[in-house]
């Protein structure tokens, strides 16, 4: 079974993505979709305290319901070669041992795992598992702990803080943003099979097969190549499948207590409680200009939580050092303990809690100085150079942007004083933000297998979540060899192909692009190297001055000494050409800096007695370089700005203060946006290429288009109202309230 | 299979257990839980059920306590139908029984023996996909694909329902299938699509 060939054979499908067939017709298969022979269930009991140690815990009930194998507790379960005693837990660095502590750090800790024959027999035994504590006190508390944890410089302080100490105008004021959870659609899951005493095979959900592979060659010290993990199809990621958490150990470790394969799903409220979340945070922002409005000085301060066993770093104030030119930055973080699981990078970390702040902070200085907020940031923005190395950006059109946005929105039917336009009992209000994100780039592989029917498959272990990634590497496959979509095939998200770093921080499509054009390259080469033979025309070729296309080679233009593939194959007694080849990122990275940028424009309506926003329209513009596929590509940032209006003005885990427990974990309690709560969502890209970046001069999209989507609704609800809301999310209390 | 009713003496025992252990919590509380939780849930039972899917019979053992979903996706390998939530707040699931939009994790497999039931596997026609699916691919009406079917299962429902006049009410009548990658709007073009025809 591979990604695109389970596909039901359907005659009428449209184009779109290439996974399109398998994701509208359900024969696509996520991770708990497959099926092995002799399969049972696993489901996991947590623990009823936050904080302290396990006494004792109670199984016999559980046992004895019809249909339990076995139950995993840390006094009972195989032995993890990597996890066999307290030094080797510690450089195993996995986060939490899972059923290797007696060590409560947080309220619903897995303390026992029930493995039955049915879900339903592993789900009633597991509600029947109960344990003794010793309590100690636990601390939930974040906005009571975060004042005493001193905050630490986050990067070199730019200037001096008595240079802007008397700025003309200054704004200073205190943010918070509740705790977040990503909440993919579809629940983390492992099938553990252990096809031999050290082999192993996963079907696991996740953003990068490799690390998966990685970790577990380390913790069962059996070779990589032992243990295939395969995550074709991953139902959302938004950073939570870039770790390795607890409930696959958890899994594999069932498998060889009962020598079977184990399925284990995830229920939805443990989706908040054992794979991440964006930390809550609280930051300090100050921020001066001069009489004309050139910024002349930046205080940014943040903290955010984290666990009590695990220290995560979210980089909040990394964003204030990116985006405009300002002398004097200072720039501190710190991070506060707490007795929960630990938090993870989600969608746009640390920047979108960062420029939430920031973005606020300027607008506020644009009233100050009666400037045009679009205006105010055009005369600041660092275009030319990243303000952190000292680097030109390699492109940056954040400029481009944010003229192009306020075009979209009619930025100039705004009202320059907040309150002043009114519909009934709405209040209307525009506000715009802008977000930027560091353009990374990694070393990948691919591989291509060619037939002789002039078919390719293009192959690499990178994972798509549903960014269209697998999409992306048909059209870069396509504009590089020539070769019709239709007869390239894709494989991915299979730790045995090609090897690729996981699909993160809007790095995929950057890192893949380059390999794919190397392998395209690397197949011109040696197809070159074949039909030297039959022509001398072809002798020491360059990829360059190969022509491919459906049916065969030619030279420096297309029919010149063609040969067919056929005859090709044919005489060179060939039945599939293979290559594979790697790229990644080099000298360009001394030169240059890279970023993209997204501009968010929005016209909120608040309601004057109820407090309710509705998003009346929102237009977001990015820079991402050179946009591969339009179509996913608008889908992706569109798809962001809906999580950025689930982050301004719904999305909070609550958290009991006095026992630790998450309130409302489940999608009822937990809001998102819903189809009604966003409008449609406008999109446009400047569409530059980036030429040093890589061979497809795409910058990377996932995370512009969520950076700053928040603070531009907030800022719009101040023009709407007057009301200056500094806490996540802005729910119509606080409207009402404020 | 008997059907089987909770009577109006178990009500009274059970809430008179309720009443006495009210008055004496918290000592009795894990008590009390226990017993109701002994009371409430009968011991495993597995029925014989007989099943309508895409037009097809199927008869299966399964546990009284099995969902339709779980029927599908862990019996009958039909993984089309999604597990989002479990608890009827995503819309993942999203089945038609008898030709209506029905949450599939809510629904015991028990209750809709012999009822029509359609699952996305069974939309398509042969090798012909329905209008919806394609206009779903046509309008990249999805990212991760996995609140993809219960979108299309809803939105083949919307659209027979006649609650697509407007965008907003296309949204509102939509708002029962959550996606976190956010491709609404590729799901209302899609909607709009079939519905113009």
Not at chain 1, 366 to 378: E, F, G, N
Not at chain 1, 414 to 440: F, S, V
Not at chain 1, 477 to 496: D, F, P, R, V
Not at chain 2, 109 to 130: C, K, M, R, S, Y
Request: hydrophobic share 40%.
């Amino acid at each position: 079974m591979r990604f695109f060939e389970n596909q039901p054979a359907v005659t009428n499908a449209p184009e779109g993505r290439v996974e399109g067939v398998a994701k509208v017709t359900g024969s696509g298969k996520y991770a708990a979709e497959y099926h092995a022979g002799n399969m049972c269930y696993a489901v996991m009991a947590g623990s009823t305290i936050a904080s302290g140690t396990i006494k004792s815990i109670h199984t016999t009930d559980a046992r004895q319901v019809a249909g339990v194998l076995d139950i995993i507790t840390h006094t009972r379960k195989p032995l993890v070669p990597g996890m066999a005693d307290a030094a080797k837990i510690k450089e195993s660095r996995f986060g939490l041992p899972v059923f290797h502590t007696d060590n409560i750090y947080f309220k619903g800790q897995p303390i026992a795992l029930v493995i039955a024959e049915t879900l339903e027999d592993a789900t009633y035994a597991a509600s029947l598992i109960s344990a003794e504590y010793t309590t100690t006190e636990a601390k939930v508390d974040f906005d009571k702990a975060h004042a005493a944890v001193p905050l630490n410089a986050a990067g070199k302080e730019r200037g001096s803080a008595d240079a802007w100490r008397d700025a003309p105008y200054q704004s200073e004021a205190e943010y918070t943003i509740e705790h977040e959870v990503h909440n993919p659609m579809e629940m983390h899951a492992t099938i553990a099979h252990w096809e031999g005493p050290d082999k192993l095979k996963l079907y696991d959900k996740n953003q990068g097969v490799n690390n998966v592979q990685r970790t577990f060659a380390r913790l069962w010290n059996i070779p990589a190549d032992n243990i295939e993990v395969f995550s074709e199809f991953v139902g959302g990621g938004f950073g939570s499948g870039l770790r390795v958490w607890p409930h696959c150990l958890a899994a594999i470790m069932a498998a060889k207590q009962v020598n079977r394969p184990v399925k284990l799903v995830l229920t939805r409220p443990q989706m908040f409680l054992l794979t991440g979340y964006r930390p809550k945070s609280w930051q300090k922002v100050r921020m001066g200009a001069d009489a004309g409005g050139r910024f002349t000085g930046l205080l940014h301060q943040a903290r955010h939580s984290t666990s009590v066993y695990e220290s995560f770093n979210d980089g909040i104030t990394r964003i204030s050092r990116m985006v405009y030119n300002i002398s004097n930055v200072k720039t501190e973080q710190a991070t506060v303990p707490l007795n929960m699981s630990t938090p993870t990078w989600m969608r746009g970390p640390g920047d979108c809690s960062g420029a939430f702040a920031v973005e606020c902070t300027v607008d506020e200085l644009s009233y100050q100085l009666k400037q045009d907020p679009v205006a105010l940031r055009l005369k600041n923005l660092a275009i030319t150079h990243d303000p952190e190395s000292g680097k030109p950006w390699s492109t940056h059109y954040l400029n481009e942007c944010i003229e192009k946005g306020a075009a979209l929105i009619n930025w100039q039917q705004r009202k320059p004083l907040p309150g002043q336009d009114k519909e009934g009992d709405w209040a209307i209000g525009y506000g715009m933000a802008t977000g930027m994100w560091n353009a990374g780039r990694g070393n990948a592989s691919a591989g291509i297998t060619m037939q002789r029917d002039g078919a390719i498959t293009v192959k690499t272990a990178m994972t798509d979540i549903g960014t269209g990634t697998g999409t992306g590497i048909q059209n870069i496959a396509h504009e590089q060899t020539g070769i019709a979509k239709n007869k390239i095939k894709i494989e991915l998200g299979n730790s045995h192909l090609p090897p690729a770093p996981s699909q993160g921080g809007s790095t995929g499509l950057s890192t893949i692009s380059g390999a794919v054009a190397a392998t395209c390259n690397a197949l011109k080469q040696k197809l070159a190297g074949y039909a030297a033979a039959q022509d001398d025309t072809y002798k020491n070729a360059q990829a360059a001055d190969i022509v491919l296309s459906d049916t065969g080679i030619s030279w420096q233009t297309a029919g010149n000494h063609f040969i067919a593939y056929t005859s090709l194959f044919e005489k060179n007694n060939l039945t599939t050409v293979e290559v594979e080849a790697s790229s990644g990122p080099g000298a360009e990275r001394q030169q240059y800096a890279f970023c993209s940028s997204a501009a968010h424009f929005c016209r909120v309506k608040v309601h004057t007695k109820t407090g309710k926003v509705k998003i009346d329209k929102m237009v977001t513009v990015a820079d991402g370089g050179s946009i591969v596929n339009e179509k996913a590509a608008a889908n992706q940032i569109s798809g962001a700005v809906v999580g950025g209006i689930g982050m301004a003005l719904m999305e909070e885990q609550a958290t009991d203060q006095r026992y630790g427990s998450l309130i409302g974990n489940d999608l009822a309690g937990y809001h998102f946006a819903v189809n009604a709560d966003a409008p449609v969502i406008e999109v446009a890209f400047i569409n530059k290429p980036d030429k040093n970046i890589n061979p497809s001069g795409a910058k990377g999209l996932g995370e512009v288009g969520i950076i700053g989507c928040a603070a531009a609704i907030v800022n719009a609800i101040y023009h709407a109202t007057g009301k200056r809301l500094r806490s996540l999310p802005v729910t119509p209390d606080k409207i009402l309230l404020g | 299979m008997e059907k089987q009713t909770y009577s109006r003496r178990f009500f009274l025992s059970t809430s008179s257990m309720a009443a006495a252990a009210v008055a004496l919590i918290p000592g009795n509380v894990k008590a009390f839980y226990k017993n109701v939780k002994k009371r409430f849930i009968p011991a495993k039972s597995v029925n014989t059920l007989s099943l309508t899917i895409n037009q097809k019979q199927y008869t299966v053992q399964a546990d009284t306590r099995t969902t339709l979903l779980d029927l599908l996706r862990e019996q009958l390998q039909l993984t089309g139908s999604k597990k989002g939530c479990d608890h009827g707040q995503c819309g993942a699931c999203t089945v038609h029984v008898n030709g209506e939009r029905v949450l599939s994790c809510l629904t015991l497999a028990a209750l809709v023996q012999n009822q029509p039931i359609t699952t996305i596997e069974g939309l398509a026609e042969g090798d012909q996909l329905h209008p919806m699916q394609q206009a779903f691919i046509e309008c990249d009406g999805f990212q991760c694909g996995y609140c993809t079917p219960g979108q299309i299962m809803s939105a083949v429902a919307c659209v027979k329902e006649g609650h697509t006049h407007s965008v907003e009410e296309i949204k509102e009548f939509m708002s029962g299938n959550l996606c976190r990658c956010g491709a609404y709007n590729g799901i209302v073009e899609s909607i709009q699509k079939v519905a113009a025809r």
